[in-house]
C-alpha cells in the first residue's frame, strides 16, 4: 500500500456564499510578512475586494510568514474566485516592493515555467464553518496567534494591530473591513 495515499492534501477549495476559516502560508515560510508595508498589502487587498463586495471578512491576523482569515467569497472578481484575485494580487506587490532588494527577492525564484517567483505555498488551507461554535473556536486559535511562546508578538490579542481582536474586545474597527462573525451564526 502506498504511504501517499493517506497523507493530507491541503487545497484551498471554497465555495461562493459559504464561511470559512482559511491560512496561507508564504513560500518556504520566509518572515516575508514582518515589515508593516507587507502587511498593508495584505489589509490593501482585503480592503479592495471588501469594497466591491466580492468578499466578507469577519477575523484575521497577519503573522510573520502566514495569514489566517474567516472569511466568506461572496462573488467572482472577473473570472476567478476571490481568494485567487487576493494571492496574485499580494504577489505583484511583493514583488514590485522586493524587486528593489533583489538579494531579498531571489529567495522567492522558482524554475517552473509559468513563473519565476513564488510567494505563497499551493497548499492554502480552507475548513468551511459549519457552526457558530467551530466560527469562535477558529476565531479564538487567530487572535490567539500572535501570542504563542514562539512568536511573542503581543500580551493580550487586542493589543496585536495586524488582527481583528480589537473589533471583538473593544468595538475598534481599525481597518474598516470587518464584519461581525456573530451576526452570521
Known amino acids: 500500500m502506498e504511504n501517499n495515499l493517506f497523507k493530507v492534501k491541503r487545497k484551498s477549495v471554497m465555495e461562493l456564499g459559504e464561511i ?8 518556504k515560510w520566509i518572515p516575508l510578512l ?6 498593508d498589502m495584505i ?4 480592503k479592495y475586494l471588501s469594497t466591491k463586495d466580492k ?11 502566514h495569514i489566517h482569515l474567516i472569511w466568506k ?7 476567478e474566485l476571490p481568494h ?17 532588494t533583489p538579494e531579498k527577492l531571489s529567495r522567492f525564484f522558482v524554475d517552473e515555467g509559468n ?5 505563497w505555498q499551493r497548499d492554502s488551507l480552507a475548513v468551511k464553518l459549519t457552526s457558530r461554535e467551530m466560527a469562535f473556536q477558529k476565531m479564538d486559535y ?23 481582536a480589537s473589533f471583538y474586545e473593544k468595538g475598534e474597527d481599525r481597518f474598516g473591513v470587518l464584519k461581525d462573525i456573530r451576526e452570521e451564526f
Open 73 to 79: 467569497l461572496n462573488a467572482l472578481n472577473g473570472k
Open 115 to 119: 513563473k519565476e517567483f513564488n510567494f
Open 142 to 164: 487567530i487572535h490567539k496567534n500572535p501570542l504563542a511562546d514562539h512568536w511573542n508578538l503581543a500580551t493580550r490579542p487586542e493589543d496585536y494591530l495586524f488582527s481583528s
Open 84 to 100: 485567487a484575485s487576493f494571492l496574485k494580487f499580494t504577489a505583484h506587490a511583493f514583488k514590485a516592493e522586493l524587486i528593489k
Open 43 to 46: 489589509l490593501n487587498s482585503l
Open 20 to 27: 470559512y476559516f482559511w491560512t496561507a502560508t508564504i513560500h
Open 55 to 65: 468578499i466578507d471578512v469577519y477575523a484575521f491576523v497577519i503573522m510573520p510568514n
Open 34 to 39: 514582518q515589515t508593516d508595508s507587507a502587511k
